[in-house]
């Protein structure tokens, strides 16, 4: 892997080489044609007059190549060149001149002007003078009356490329006057332009690029290979001495100028802080002056800078600077402050970012010491370790052979003749001691290379298990954990392996830079070799990828520049490396080099605008990228680019934004309101709000009910709940709720502002949910659907109101529904919401074809109100189900009339709900109109002998569905939706065949409810004896007349003090033999028989009567909403049973049970309200 790696290094070396070797040569061969060119100029070889005639001198050939010379471009130059060569322009020079000098060059055009200039010098000998005065009137306005009214703009472009063409002119010999360029300086340096300030920044600008590229005539040092070109031009040292006399006094007197307008621009400061002091504010004339002379002050600032950086100068130095950027307009008078711009602005947005990019973790405390030591200390060890080892061994052989000497001086008795045999033994056993020496050392050599081998692979594994960790580290902690790790494996290949690792980042994951930063961060406190080399290579990296100019591996590109800024940020990467980088994006400011520049001024560019070092380069870097920003014609992608680059690096001054102001009592109730209420504590909040002093914090409250947008858009239920909570203790604050609620949605829909669209949602969802708890009825609910469709049509502002690709009505409509539509699902409700979906229908297939979100919110709304309800595709499908709908409206309200007058005629007695039919036809004859019904479906109207059903206790709202079935048209008699037609028409002849079917039903129903009667009857407690029937039929005086006696004549028997009854006759069954006798006996009244008994008749004559005194209350009502006279207001009582007026309640037409109400509970903590269904 590492020589594989040393191959491509050098072949990146090797590539570079060649690049700069290749740039150098065309260096170097550009300045050999210009020097070539020069020669030639200066030297012409002319043809002559006969060569001249023999070519094209027509006038029209010569016409249209003066025209080509207005339009010299670096494409057209050899055509151009040929043309010329093929024509003959001796008489035409004038014209070819004048040409020519109305040219408008960029600057890429400048050297095929030369060329072409070049050509016609060598061929005809006037055209050069003729030149040189033609580019010289540029420079002499007064000379030229056309050019009096021409744009300052344009004119200083012109004198800017034609100050440029001169001088390359100049230095390939067309011209070779110096002293057109002493008057040229002369008059740009002139005291008399300093009075006009766009004049001084014109010439500002043009001598800072003459500075730039005529340094040999200002005797400035010159490098690389121009300088033996520049010196042979022969611009004497007597001009140069001149032309720098012109600039450096020209500059003084810049300087000058400078100070005095920074210190008008200090008293202008401290005039505007005296009057923001007295008065608050600042005025806008004053603010726009201000900013005036700031702009003008900065400008000419920035421009004197780039004329000292070209001379070679440092720029003038002002003194500090206490002013403040105040803006015009209203910003200005709300600033209320002045900001002092010489406080430094911190370099970091929080503490957080502050710690991830300066708190790095210090490996010494979790590290040994030797294992952050670099190659050297790891080698030492080695090399200790072997020495010591070398000298265990000889200790250990001089022992071995200490034992020899021992072992002879033991055998020293020996006899002498043993001697020689003796020494021959000691040098056999040597011999094998020696051997076995060697074999024990190679084998201990063999168990230490396993040994290293197997820690090796250890090593190996547990560095690539690290490395495949190196990913997953997207905290502080993890990659802190991962570095203090790879310390413990610290080698040089490991380092090369790591330094390859975080380089080849997946440039998709961008979100690694910074961690990876940080880790390169933390090692570069030991170890210096890991940050050079990633450094160094990045750099490689960004130089290839930008000499190759292709518009590929943007991501690439992007990651590079983000791991660079990333790497600046934590001081690793030095600053001048990121200006180098960024200057060369701004040099060829193109197509993927603006994605750069951005991506690394988004990187690290706030990071060096706020550090006092490089604040001043980076603000002109700014100011460059705008410059060129405006100047190119950038598509609106990489236009958002720039300025999202630019202001997040240098944000656009702003004044503080101030809260307001609020007494303690109304941040109270936000607090209630916007914070604690949830629903575990509603009932809390609900006794807080019932505490407060109501009469002054009423409308403040109704002010934060209305801002239910504000909230979570899941608790707008809560705040219709505690509504219905206060409503119970204060009539008049349900009904302005309600009101509000109306009014904002009518308004909403008035304005119909983007801006305010969660505001309208959210208020829809309020009215369903207020309607949810029996604040509204439910004709305010399809009042306001039917508004929210029509509102706006017809008129002349439809197309503001409600265009055709807006969408939002729709919306609105299902949020309504979705909240309470669930409720109209039997009775007149029913049929109401059936119409209207119809007509829905048709909204919608008017607006074309809906967004997907939209028709799939309309498919769960069909599916959960109306799951088999048609759903029409086209415009004509649901103009026909209209339209059979009205028909059959028409005659429903036909067929009510006829119903109405038929039992006026055949049953002129019978009575409905306490009201004769005779009440619902009006004056003239007409029908009532049919209007909406008033929540209850068909109401619970008492019809035919039914009895109402109540709740226990609670009058649950709502009667059984035998209303809605009846009548499934919903124009019954009990109906609500008595209003909707008025229709004048004579009595319809029944038809024979239904009125038998009629009659056939209606004996049945009898029938079975005679039946149903005598199940009751027999189901009565049994008796010992039958009781005769006569005693029932009979008993119907006596019943109502019961604890009375009568006298002889007839007369009531009463006591003559208190005027009570003294007995009371009741009648015994008693039985003789088979035959059943009744007989009247005598009880005395106080008996407790009596007493009882009387008890239990008047409990059950009370109850009788507070049943038809709500019926008929509830008929009453009904009654004055048919005719128009009921408000919705009246009716309104606080709670959820809103009074004896609705104690039935509009339960018959939702899903079969009541909607929410309260139910008051009463405990030791106050009183609370909890809803139920």
Known sequence: MDHHQEEESNREKQDDEKEALARLEEIKKSIEAKMALRQNNLNPERPDSAYLRTLDSSIKRNTAVIKKLKQINEEQREGLMDDLRSVNLSKFVSEAVTAICEAKLKSSDIQAAVQICSLLHQRYKEFSPSLTQGLLKVFLPGKSAEDVDADRNSKAMKKRSTLKLLLELYYVGVIEDSNIFISIIKDLTSAEHMKDRDTTQTNLTLLAGFARQGRVFLGLPISGQDEDFFKGLGVTAEQKKNFKKAFNTYYDALAELLQSEHKSLQQMEKENAKLVNAKGELSEDSASSYEKLRKSYDHLYRNISSLAEALDMQPPIMPEDGTTRLTAGDEASSSGAVKDTSVPEPVWDDEETKTFYECLPDLRAFVPAVLLGEVEPARTKNKSSESSSEVVESQQTAEDTTEFPADSGNMADVSITEQPKEKDDVDKEKAKGAKKEKGKEKDSDKKLENEKEKGKSLDVANFERLLQRLPGCVSR??????????????????????????????????????????????????????????????????????????????????????????????????????????????????????????????????????????????????????????????????????????????????????????????????????????????????????????????????????????????????????????????????????????????????????????????????????????????SVIFETLYL???????????????????????????????????????????????????????????KGHLPLDIEFD??????????????????????????????????????????????????????????????????????????????????????????????????????????????????????????????????????????????QELKALLQESIEQRKLELRGRPALNM?????????????????????????????????????????????????????KQMLIPSDCSLVQSTKQKEAADLEEKQDIKRLVLEYNERDEEEANGLGTQASNWIPGGSRGNTRSTGEGSGKGGGSRHRFVYHQGGGGSYYSRRK
């Open 477 to 778: 902690d993890l990659i802190d954990q991962l570095t203090v790790e790879y310390c413990y494996l610290n080698s040089k290949t490991n380092r090369k392996k790591l330094v390859k690792a975080l380089f080849n980042v997946p440039r998709t994951s961008l979100e690694l830079l910074a961690y990876y930063s940080r880790m390169i961060a933390t090692l570069a406190t030991c170890m210096k070799d890991i940050p050079s080399t990633l450094v160094q290579m990045l750099e490689e990296e960004f130089n290839y990828l930008v000499h190759k100019k292709d518009q590929m591996n943007i991501e690439s590109k992007i990651r590079n520049i983000r791991f660079i800024g990333e790497l600046c940020k934590f001081k690793i990467v030095p600053s001048g490396l990121v200006f180098s980088c960024l200057k060369a994006c701004l040099d060829d400011f193109t197509h993927h080099n603006i994605d750069v520049a951005c991506n690394l001024l988004e990187t690290c560019g706030r990071f060096l605008y706020r550090s006092p070092e490089t604040t001043l380069r980076m603000t002109n870097m700014l100011d460059i990228l705008m410059r060129l920003k405006n100047v190119k014609n950038l598509d609106p992608r990489q236009s958002t680019l720039v300025e999202n680059a630019y202001y997040l690096c240098k944000p656009p001054e702003r004044s503080a934004r101030i809260s307001k102001a609020r007494p303690p009592l109304h941040q109270y109730i936000r607090k209630l309101l916007f914070s604690d209420l949830d629903k575990d504590s509603i009932t809390n909040v609900l006794k807080q709000l019932r505490k407060l002093p109501w009469s002054e914090c009423e409308q403040y409250i109704l002010k934060c009910f209305m801002k239910v947008h504000k909230g979570k858009y899941g608790q707008i239920h809560l705040i219709a709940s505690l509504t219905s909570g206060l409503s119970r203790h204060h009539e008049e604050f349900a009904v302005a709720i309600v009101d509000e609620v109306l009014e904002e949605i009518r308004v909403g829909l008035e304005l119909n502002e983007y801006g305010a669209q969660q505001k309208r949602l959210a208020h829809m969802r309020f009215l369903g949910e207020l309607y949810n708890y029996e604040h509204v009825d439910s």
């Open 788 to 846: 929210t469709l029509s509102y706006g049509h017809g008129t002349s502002e439809q197309e503001v109101l409600d265009p055709p690709e807006d969408f939002f009505r729709v919306r609105m409509v299902i949020i309504l529904l979705e909240t309470c539509g669930h409720y109209f699902d039997r009775g007149s409700s029913k049929k109401r919401l059936d119409q209207f979906l119809v007509h829905f229908q048709r909204y919608t297939l008017s």
């Open 858 to 999: 309309l498919q769960d709304l069909f599916a959960n109100l109306r799951p088999n309800m048609t759903r029409y595709t086209t415009i004509d499908e649901i103009n026909a189900a209209i339209l059979q709908l009205e028909e059959r409206e028409h005659a429903s309200a036909a067929d009510k009339v006829s119903v109405e007058r038929h039992s006026d005629t055949k049953r002129p007695g019978m009575f409905l709900n306490g009201k004769s039919n005779e009440k619902n036809i009006g004056e003239n004859g007409e029908a009532p109109k049919e209007e909406s019904d008033s929540d209850s479906g068909s109401g619970s109207a008492v019809r035919d002998g039914q009895n109402e059903e109540l709740d226990d206790g609670n009058h649950e709202r709502g009667s059984d569905s035998d209303d809605g079935d009846d009548y499934e048209d919903g124009v019954g008699p009990g109906s609500d939706d008595d209003n909707e037609f008025r229709v004048r028409q004579k009595v319809v002849t029944v038809d024979p065949e239904e009125q038998a079917d009629f009659d």
């Open 1026 to 1078: 039958t009781i005769p029937m006569s005693v029932f039929e009979g008993s119907g005086k006596d019943h109502h007349h019961f604890g009375r006696v009568t006298g002889d004549n007839g007369e009531e028997v009463v006591d003559e003090e208190n005027g009570e009854p003294r007995e009371v006759q009741v009648k015994v069954l008693v039985k003789r033999g088979n035959k059943q006798q009744t």
